[in-house]
C-alpha cells in the first residue's frame, strides 16, 4: 500500500511539468531561483535568460563582450545577480550585476590550465568556486565579502588529486553547502569522490564514493544536502546517457561513508536537488530523463519524456533547463 501511495504522489508531480515559452536557442546549464517570481537560467555565447512574473514571460540577454563564453552557473538575489563562465584559463570568469546598473567582470582565472566548473553562495557574501585541478590540486575560490574579493584557498590544505580527476561543469551542481561552514564538492574520471570542509574551505578531506568511475566522461556530477547529515550524489557517463549502473549514492553521517542508493534503473544523471512539500524527497535529471522520490531514493519513479541538464529547487518550485533553450517548471 504504502509502494503505491508513493507511485501515486510520484505519477502526479511527474505530470505536471509546465515547458515554458523560452527566448533562446542557447544550451542552458545554470539556473537560479530567487522567489516564485524572480527565476534565472544561463548558458552558451555569453547568454542568461531571466523571467520576473513566475514565468509567464522570459527574456533573454548577453553579456556585453563574453559573447564566447559559456555561462554554467547563476546564482540571483534580490537586487544582485552572478554568472560563472566555464573555459580553459581566462575563459574561466565570474561577473557580477547590481540590478538597474551594468555588468562588471569581477574575476578572471590567472591560472591557463584552469577550469572553473561550479559555484555555490551560502547567503549574499559567501559564495565558493570549484576549478578543475592545477598542480595537482583542485581550485577552490572563495568570497567573504559578496564578491569585492575573490582569493584561492591555500592548496596544501586541500587533498592532492588523482591524475586525471576533476569536477564536471554540467549543472552547477558540483558544489553544495549547508550554511556558511559546511561545504561538499564531488569528482569525476579515475575517481568519484566528495570532499567535504566544515570550516567554510580553510581544511579539506575527501571520502570516495561507489559511483561509476574509470573513464574521463565518469563519476559523480552534482551533490546536495538537506542538512549537515543526509546527502545524495548523483552521477554516471554522459557519453552513454541511456547506460545504467551505480549512478545515486546516499551518506548519512555528513559525506565520510557514501552507499549506493536502492531506487533502479539508474541512468546518467547531471544535477540532483532536494525537494520540500507535504511528502519530502528528491529529484533528479539527465539528458536521458527524470526521476522523483520521496523515500531517499529506496524507491522512484523514472520517466524517459523530458531530459534536462540542471535544475533547482525553492520555494515549492522546481525550474529545469536543457539544450536548445528548454526550460520546464514543476510544482509537486
Known amino acids: 500500500m504504502r509502494l503505491a501511495v508513493l507511485?501515486?504522489?510520484?505519477?502526479?508531480?511527474?505530470?505536471?511539468?509546465?515547458?515554458?515559452?523560452?527566448?533562446?536557442?542557447?544550451?542552458?546549464?545554470?539556473?537560479?531561483?530567487?522567489?516564485?517570481?524572480?527565476?534565472?537560467?544561463?548558458?552558451?555565447?555569453?547568454?542568461?535568460?531571466?523571467?520576473?512574473?513566475?514565468?509567464?514571460?522570459?527574456?533573454?540577454?548577453?553579456v556585453p563582450g563574453a559573447e564566447d563564453l559559456d555561462f554554467r552557473g547563476v546564482k540571483v538575489f534580490k537586487e544582485d545577480v552572478f554568472l560563472l563562465a566555464s573555459g580553459t584559463g581566462d575563459k574561466s570568469r565570474i561577473y557580477h550585476l547590481h540590478i538597474g546598473k551594468q555588468w562588471e567582470l569581477q574575476?578572471?582565472?590567472?591560472?591557463?590550465?584552469?577550469?572553473?566548473?561550479?559555484?555555490?553562495?551560502?547567503?549574499?557574501?559567501?559564495?565558493?568556486?570549484?576549478?578543475?585541478?592545477?598542480?595537482?590540486?583542485?581550485?577552490?575560490?572563495?568570497t567573504r565579502d559578496g564578491g569585492q574579493s575573490w582569493q584561492y584557498v591555500d592548496p596544501k590544505n586541500i587533498p592532492p588529486a588523482i591524475d586525471g580527476e576533476g569536477s564536471f561543469a554540467a549543472s552547477n551542481s558540483c558544489v553544495t553547502s549547508n550554511g556558511i561552514e559546511n561545504i561538499w564538492f564531488s569528482t569525476g574520471g579515475p575517481a568519484a569522490r566528495v570532499f567535504h570542509s566544515s570550516d567554510?574551505?580553510?581544511?579539506?578531506a575527501v571520502a570516495d564514493t561507489p559511483i561509476v568511475r574509470g573513464a574521463p566522461s565518469q563519476g559523480t556530477f552534482s551533490i546536495a544536502f538537506r542538512d549537515g547529515l543526509h546527502g545524495v550524489v548523483a552521477g554516471g557517463d554522459y557519453q552513454h546517457p541511456e547506460q545504467t549502473g551505480?549512478?545515486?549514492?546516499?551518506?548519512?553521517?555528513?559525506?565520510?561513508?557514501?552507499?549506493?542508493?536502492?531506487?533502479?534503473?539508474?541512468?546518467?544523471?547531471?544535477?540532483?536537488?532536494?525537494?520540500?512539500?507535504?511528502?519530502?524527497?528528491?529529484i533528479v535529471v539527465g539528458p536521458a530523463g527524470f526521476g522523483l522520490s520521496r523515500d531517499e531514493l529506496h524507491t522512484w519513479s523514472l520517466s524517459g519524456s523530458e531530459g534536462f541538464h540542471a535544475l533547482e529547487s525553492k520555494q515549492g518550485v522546481i525550474v529545469a533547463v536543457g539544450a536548445n533553450g528548454k526550460i520546464a517548471m514543476l510544482k509537486p
Open 7 to 62: 507511485l501515486l504522489l510520484t505519477a502526479t508531480a511527474l505530470a505536471q511539468w509546465q515547458p515554458q515559452e523560452s527566448p533562446t536557442k542557447e544550451s542552458l546549464r545554470g539556473v537560479s531561483i530567487f522567489d516564485r517570481e524572480n527565476i534565472w537560467a544561463s548558458g552558451t555565447h555569453g547568454t542568461y535568460v531571466m523571467t520576473r512574473d513566475g514565468g509567464k514571460t522570459w527574456n533573454a540577454g548577453k
Open 107 to 142: 574575476y578572471t582565472n590567472p591560472e591557463p590550465k584552469g577550469f572553473f566548473d561550479c559555484m555555490v553562495f551560502a547567503g549574499e557574501r559567501h559564495a565558493v568556486v570549484i576549478g578543475d585541478p592545477v598542480n595537482g590540486k583542485s581550485q577552490v575560490l572563495r
Open 200 to 204: 567554510g574551505g580553510e581544511t579539506w
Open 246 to 282: 551505480p549512478h545515486l549514492a546516499r551518506t548519512e553521517d555528513g559525506g565520510k561513508t557514501w552507499k549506493l542508493a536502492d531506487a533502479t534503473p539508474q541512468k546518467f544523471f547531471s544535477a540532483v536537488a532536494y525537494i520540500g512539500g507535504t511528502a519530502p524527497g528528491m
